[in-house]
Nanobody, 120 residues
Framework: VQLQASGGGLVQPGGSLRLSCAAS????????VGWLRQAPGKEREGLYC????????YYADSARGRFTISRDDAKNTMYLQMSRLRPEDTAVYYC??????????????WGQGTQVTVSS
C-alpha cells in the first residue's frame, strides 16, 4: 500500500489549491481513505475519512464548507480541493488509509506529505 500526496505550495489567504493523492498497491475506491494534516508544533488533525464498508463519511469542522473531496477511479487518485484558505491552514497534508470510529477517524499508512503554506 502506497499513498503519495502532491500539489502543495504557497497560496495567498482566500485562495484555492487542489491536492492530489495517488494510490498504488490497492484500489482506492474499495478502501477507506482520507486526508489529515499537521501544522508546525501541533498534533495531526484528521480532515476527512470516507469508509465505503460502513458508508460513513467524516469531515472535520475546519474543513466543512471549504474543502471538498473527489476521486478519479481511472487514475486511482483522490483529490482535496481547498478554497477560502486561511493562514491557519498552513500545514503538511497527507492522505492515508482511515477508519471512522467514535471520537474521530484513525489514520494509517500515510505516505510523504505535501506542504501547504497560506501567506500573503
Amino acid at each position: 500500500v502506497q499513498l503519495q500526496a502532491s500539489g502543495g505550495g504557497l497560496v495567498q489567504p482566500g485562495g484555492s489549491l487542489r491536492l492530489s493523492c495517488a494510490a498504488s498497491g490497492f484500489i482506492l475506491a474499495d478502501d477507506a481513505v482520507g486526508w489529515l494534516r499537521q501544522a508546525p508544533g501541533k498534533e495531526r488533525e484528521g480532515l476527512y475519512c470516507w469508509d465505503p464498508s460502513e458508508g460513513s463519511t467524516y469531515y472535520a469542522d475546519s474543513a466543512r464548507g471549504r474543502f471538498t473531496i473527489s476521486r478519479d477511479d481511472a487514475k486511482n487518485t483522490m483529490y482535496l480541493q481547498m478554497s477560502r484558505l486561511r493562514p491557519e491552514d498552513t500545514a503538511v497534508y497527507y492522505c492515508a488509509l482511515c477508519k471512522n470510529v467514535v471520537g474521530g477517524p484513525r489514520f494509517t499508512d500515510w505516505g510523504q506529505g505535501t506542504q501547504v503554506t497560506v501567506s500573503s
